[in-house]
């Protein structure tokens, strides 16, 4: 089983920026993939960033090219989204996840944390 806590959440205004944070915890990640999708209401996840746990390559949706960025420190089990420039539109609950297979749909993500809510406002 794996375990994902989310941190680093929270109000920002337009043009700002946060590190979200994603502590995995329960089994060895150095084969696996991670994964940043976000949620308004009303609306299913949408893909944000996915990277090779052990690093390699990397591939964002286009609205998060140029302004965030995931990374990951194995020796930590924790994935990292780094959002500069935020907008109101980036406004969401934000959740970390785990795939064992490069993919950027959230059916091929098993494991998923409980996500942190960002609010930029304007």
């Not at 979200?20 to 994964?35: P, Q, T, Y």
């Not at 949706?61 to 960025?69: I, L, V």
């Not at 539109?89 to 098993?110: K, L, P, Q």
Request: glycine share 14%; net charge positive; with cysteine.
């Amino acid at each position: 089983q794996v375990h994902l806590v989310e941190s680093g959440g929270g109000l920002v205004q337009s043009g700002g920026s946060l590190r979200l944070s994603c502590v995995a915890s329960g089994r060895a990640f150095n084969d696996k993939h991670m994964g940043w999708f976000r949620q308004t209401p009303g609306k299913g996840r949408e893909f944000v960033a996915t990277a090779s746990w052990y690093g390699g390559w990397l591939y964002y949706a286009h609205f998060a090219e140029g302004r965030f960025t995931i990374s990951g420190d194995n020796a930590k089990n924790t994935s990292y989204l780094e959002m500069t420039n935020l907008r109101p539109s980036d406004t969401a609950v934000y959740f970390c996840a785990v795939s064992t297979y490069y993919t950027t749909y959230e059916t091929g993500f098993r494991y998923w944390g409980q996500g942190t809510q960002v609010t930029v406002s304007s």
